[in-house]
């Protein structure tokens, strides 16, 4: 083989070597690329869906977000937002009744507030209290005359239950704690009034 053909047969290596290489390259841009697609899509779109998306929720507009240390009527039973105390519910579990204008002010800051009857069964209220593991803005204790077993709240959301076992439950703590309709959002869940029990 010539000095000439061995250079030719180098360079033509070294082609398909840069192809190979370049071809590599774009597989791996490709991948990160889905990767980052699919990563937006899970972080960003799927929970700012419309609150449609989640059948039953009922949802309350223009709730106003003054202070006041006076007791309030709420619309809601429990409230779901409106004129509330200057001081917040630490979040956590509860085994009395909170004071709804301290709760709400809870609620103002990305809380879910989760009431329950107060003759719900010990299980059902350990279900209950599983959901706040790990989370700063979960709010769980009974609440007298309930139009259902279980209600979880947020700023201007509600999911009334006739189950604890109900999946839309985990689904409206996942979406709704420090979620988009947090009127003060960054806010903490501590630092207010009352001791949790856990």
């Known amino acids: 083989m010539t000095k000439a053909s061995r250079k030719v047969t180098r360079d033509y290596q070294r082609q398909q070597q840069r192809a190979k290489s370049n071809s590599a390259t774009w597989w791996i841009v490709g991948i990160i690329g889905a990767i980052v697609v699919v990563s937006l899509f899970l972080v960003i779109y799927l929970p700012s869906r419309p609150v449609a998306a989640l059948d ?37 579990v509860y085994d009395q009744p909170v004071k709804n204008e301290n709760a709400v002010h809870s609620l103002e800051h990305g809380a879910v507030w989760i009431t329950y009857r107060p003759d719900l069964p010990q299980d059902a209220v350990n279900r209950l209290r599983d959901l706040t593991r790990g989370q700063t803005h979960v ?60």
């Open 56 to 92: 039953g929720v009922q949802i309350y507009n223009s709730l106003p977000g003054q202070h006041s240390e006076a007791p309030q009527i709420y619309a809601q039973n429990p409230p779901a937002g409106g004129i509330h105390s200057a001081t917040w519910q630490n979040c956590g």
């Open 139 to 198: 709010l769980v204790s009974p609440y007298p005359d309930l139009p259902k077993p279980v209600v979880a709240s947020a700023w201007g959301l509600q999911l009334p239950l006739d189950d604890v076992n109900d999946a839309r439950l985990s689904l409206f703590v996942s979406r709704y704690a420090a979620g988009p309709q947090t009127p003060e959002p960054g806010a903490l869940c501590s630092g207010g009034v009352g001791t949790p029990i856990s």
